[in-house]
């Protein structure tokens, strides 16, 4: 089974652009990636989907490269309240959703 | 807006009880998983399911079975509960391929 990998922890001050990416050697052609938040004590929410180049919505951008090996989910000008654990989803295939282990990030006044 | 409803917040079952994890969504989504999450492990999948009656596994499947009689409805079982499935379980639906998870707010199990 392919692996997504991520790094473990990240720290950040207010108002600054967070870069977190995600790397996914054996990503299948048709598969999207998906980032995810999740806080204490709550499941995971969806924060931004894409296939390829840039997307972006109200909270995040989302780089894909050609390759599609990696991707990168950058949050604009953080807060405290973005403290939080920030997860990768890699659709593999049909069949099984494989979360990368999560990146925690603390954001510092 | 989704909502997936997991029956308990928190469980507390003896060593080889038998134990049943309730999740119901009400989106009319076709995929509903289980998951489970422990500290430094991240998410890892159970079952999975893409329709009613229908199961499939997850990357940790042993000791678990699944049920899903209602497209509503999934549930995880532990046939004889032993304390290394001490764990946060969370559920969560989608209504397609490659649409996004939904989560429910997990259901922390703890056996003695």
């Known amino acids: 089974l392919a692996k997504t990998t991520q790094p473990i922890s990240m720290d950040s001050y207010e108002g600054q652009e967070v870069n977190i990416t995600c790397s996914h050697n054996n990503i299948a052609t048709n598969d999207y990636i998906t980032w995810y938040q999740q806080f204490p004590s709550q499941g995971p929410r969806f924060i931004i989907q894409g296939y390829k180049t840039k997307v972006t919505n109200e909270v995040a951008s989302l780089f894909i490269p050609a390759d599609r090996k990696s991707s990168t989910l950058s949050l604009p000008r953080v807060s405290l309240s973005d403290t939080a654990v920030y997860y990768c989803?890699?659709?593999?295939?049909?069949?099984?959703?494989?979360f990368g282990t999560g990146t925690r990030l603390q954001v510092f006044p | 807006d989704v909502k997936v409803t997991q029956s308990s917040r928190y469980l507390v079952k003896r060593t080889g009880e038998k134990v049943f994890l309730e999740c119901v969504q009400d989106?009319?989504?076709?995929?509903m998983f289980w998951y489970r999450q422990d500290p430094g492990l991240g998410l890892r999948l159970i079952y999975f399911?893409?329709?009613?009656?229908?199961?499939e596994k997850g990357d940790i499947p042993e000791g678990y079975s699944v049920s899903r009689e209602k497209k509503e409805r999934f549930s995880l079982i532990l046939e004889s509960a032993s304390t290394n499935q001490t764990s946060m379980y969370l559920c969560?639906?989608?209504?397609?391929?490659?649409?996004?998870?939904?989560f429910g707010n997990g259901t922390r199990l703890t056996v003695t």
């Open positions: 989803l890699v659709a593999l295939g049909t069949d099984k959703l494989i």
């Open positions: 989106m009319d989504h076709e995929n």
């Open positions: 969560a639906s989608s209504s397609e391929n490659n649409s996004p998870l939904h």
């Open positions: 399911s893409y329709d009613v009656k229908m199961k």
